[in-house]
């Protein structure tokens, strides 16, 4: 049974840090692109970064210096480890896994910038 698992979402004040994870099971992680997608309240997925098959890390413009994608092979994990938090970050953070047949999603985690 496939499974993408976030944890680690919360409130956090601005400026503030996070890591979210994702872990991934039932599919060969390591022959999937890991993504992170965003959806903010009222709006439409946004993509914020992922990896892909080669290992390779893209970033969207308005998250670049501040979040850092990584992942543990070993441990079928990705991260994102997100820093200098603006409300603009708050949204629900869903983790995706795709090839050129697939593609998984995980039920999301919620993180909230405010003070």
């Known amino acids: 049974q496939v499974q993408l698992v976030e944890s680690g979402g919360g409130l956090v004040q601005p400026g503030g840090s996070l890591r979210l994870s994702c872990a991934a099971s039932g599919f060969t992680f390591s022959s999937y692109c890991m993504n992170w997608v965003r959806q903010a309240p009222g709006k439409g997925l946004e993509w914020v970064s992922g990896?892909?098959?080669?290992?390779?890390?893209y970033y969207a413009d308005s998250v670049k210096g501040r979040f850092t994608i990584s992942k543990d092979n070993a441990k079928n994990t990705v991260y994102l480890h997100m820093n200098s938090l603006k409300p603009e970050d708050t949204a629900v953070y869903y983790c995706n896994g795709h090839s050129l047949l697939r593609e998984y999603w995980g039920q999301g985690a919620q993180v909230t910038v405010s003070s």
């Open positions: 990896f892909n098959v080669g290992g390779n890390t």
